[in-house]
């Protein structure tokens, strides 16, 4: 609590009065200055931060997709290797090579975009650089349910080619273990779209991140996201 006391002595003029007046408005001036910098220091600290972590989820997600474009090639290989060995089975002829419904898939990484969602940071980003993130993160989402379909129908399928020798699976059998593959085929060209637009993404991403940490904060730009993006 600030009190404030006329000086002793001091005379009981307009022109004194008028002088302390002035006097404790520069003192408040002053102080709400003090406190605005401050907010303002501790809110630059905070999207700096929030930038940073995104920034480097955005760098791991460059090498998950990297890897996942690699075997996405090597999977497109193994299941037309598979539709061979088993349209040659269905004409009983005896096919090189054995059934393949292996993956090393990696899943995307998005608990730097769950943090910043709950720390408030994102109410401080310009609404053209949350849009971005929010686009780009909804994306992931739709992209790990993809992968995740497509790895469902090859352990499916695995199982299915690992129940018995090929050639002791009768024609149902090899008929429906067919339709499997061609549905994984199906699935991973789904997944191999998201991965070419994440890819796009990325490249977005790291072209606006340079000229987005150098933004200052102003409460024009802010926006604040309705629920989760």
């Keep these: 609590m600030l009190d404030v ?30 406190e605005k910098g401050a907010e303002y220091a501790r809110e630059r600290h905070l999207l700096t931060d929030a930038r940073r972590a995104l920034q480097a989820s955005l760098d791991e997600n460059r090498r998950v997709l990297e890897k996942n474009g690699a075997e996405v ?3 497109r290989m193994a299941l037309n290797a ?3 060995i088993i349209r040659a089975l269905r004409s009983h002829v005896v096919p090189d090579g054995k059934l393949d419904y292996s993956n090393d898939l990696y899943a995307t990484r998005d608990g730097a975009w769950q943090s910043v969602q709950q720390n408030g940071s994102l109410s401080l980003m310009p609404h053209d650089e949350l849009s971005k993130q ?37 024609a149902q059998e090899l008929e429906a273990l067919e339709r499997r593959t061609v549905e994984a085929q199906g699935q991973l ?3 191999l779209m998201f991965l070419t637009i994440e890819d796009r993404g990325l490249h977005d991403l790291a072209q606006a991140s340079y000229s987005m940490t150098l933004l200052p904060i102003t409460h024009s730009e802010r926006s604040v996201p309705q629920g989760n993006p």
Excluded: T, V
């Design 134 to 170: 929010a686009w780009f993160y909804r994306m992931l989402r739709d992209q790990l349910d993809s992968q995740l379909r497509l790895i469902s129908s090859m352990k499916i399928a695995a199982a299915w080619a690992a129940s018995a020798p090929p050639e002791k699976l009768d």
């Design 5 to 34: 006391h006329a000086p002793h002595g001091a005379g009981h003029g307009w022109r004194n009065f008028l002088f302390h007046m002035a006097a404790i408005a520069c003192g408040l001036l002053l102080a709400l200055a003090l």
């Design 73 to 75: 090639e090597r999977i």
């Design 82 to 84: 598979d539709l061979r």
């Design 189 to 191: 060209d789904e997944f």
